[in-house]
């Protein structure tokens, strides 16, 4: 629709027209009416597009994935119930027992124990590496079974940048796609796909929603990763589904539409994580915001960053956009504009103080959640990395005493009052 990303936040994915809504409309409905048996065998074998129950497509979702597809520059996209559905569902797409992912180490502890734990039951292996690993070490990570790579835009709540174009190099290298969550810099920050990603991720619960309204997930075909030309890796796609009446997806629906055709057809008829068409509303405004609230996010994130650096009782703090953080050029490279409004850090006082300055502080609210217009905070060793051992937390870039903070869209001078008097009483 437009090459500004504003516009389409605004009025992308959904195009009324004569005497239909403005806004896009719910439909609360779980299912359609045919005139005929025919046309709706004609829809259950693929041939026709049109919908028949709300577990599988919705046009409200529809609706709403196109308008994502178009933020991030993709060519087809779904909604999924949440961001964890997201993840697994991109990966499993194309991963099977007995076969091999590539991940990093610094991503959300529910991803790892997703990864690491539930996926590994399914004969899943992982091979996490350090985002900032040695091109050697990540060479090494890779196996003849492998069958993509898997890493966070910038890690929650570690604040890695990932590289990105070195990755997704590492990646077609060895013939396997490129998956990357782009929640916290949202397509208004970064656009992985050009930089040569494959599919992107959303918890779009986070700052895409924006309001703590809806949970929710997405994903995103890049539409360029050529299946057929690696056929032997990725047979759910280039080889006919016998509990779709045959149907080659890579061949039916090419690289455009191939990945998310089947993710819809298969895996959400069979698990059924489909987000509400409620929630897609609320997703939906939420979204027509995005490209104004974003800016905000990132002008409190940096104004906290720099603050919480010079003060003596804080001993670290990660911003990727702080000068002097370890992921400062990634950042300059992959996000100029900013990316994002969460800032992590730690005392000189150790855990204890971390547990202090969150009582004490008045604005910001303690939550299990981030990416909101309402400041929050977080002990992620104590809340959602809780269930990771000491070495795993390291890997991941956790330490005991680090609290993530997500920074709202407040004033940033009562932000930083509110920091201000929590450290004092620490």
Known sequence: MSEHIGTTCVQGGYRPGNGEPRQVPIYQSTTWKYDTSEHMGKLFDLEESGYFYTRLQNPTNDYVAAKIAEMEGGTAAMLTSSGQAANFFAVFNIVGCGEHVVASSAIYGGTYNLFAHTMAHMGIEFTFVGPNCSD???????????????????????????????FAKAAHDHGVPLIVDNTFPTPVNCRPFEWGANIVTHSTTKYMDGHGTAVGGAIVDAGRFD???????????????????????????????????????????????????????????????????????????????????QHPKVRFVRYPNLPGDANYELAQKYLPNGGCGVVSFGFEGGRAAAETFM????????????????????????????????????????????????????????????????????
């Open 227 to 309: 299946w057929m030309a690696h056929s032997d890796k990725y047979p759910g796609l280039t080889t006919p589904d016998e509990s779709y009446h045959g149907v080659t997806y890579a061949e039916r629906f090419g690289k455009e539409g191939a990945f998310i055709t089947k993710a819809t057809a298969q895996l959400m008829r069979d698990f059924g994580c489909i987000q509400s068409p409620q929630n897609a509303f609320y997703l939906n405004n939420g979204l027509e915001s995005l490209h104004v609230r974003m800016p905000q996010h990132c002008k409190n994130g940096q104004a906290a960053a720099e603050f919480l650096s």
């Open 136 to 166: 050697e070490e990540l060479e090494a990570a890779f196996r003849p079974n492998t069958r993509a790579v898997f890493g966070e835009t910038i890690a929650n709540p570690a604040l890695d940048v990932l590289d990105i174009e070195r």
């Open 359 to 426: 009582k004490n502080l008045k604005l910001a609210q303690i939550a299990t959640h981030v990416a909101d217009a309402r400041t929050c905070v977080l002990h992620p060793a104590n809340a959602t990395h809780r269930q990771m051992n000491d070495e795993e937390l390291k890997a991941a870039g956790i330490e005991p005493d680090m609290v993530r903070l997500s920074c709202g869209i407040e004033d940033t001078e009562d932000l930083l009052a509110d920091l201000a008097q929590a450290l004092d009483a620490c």
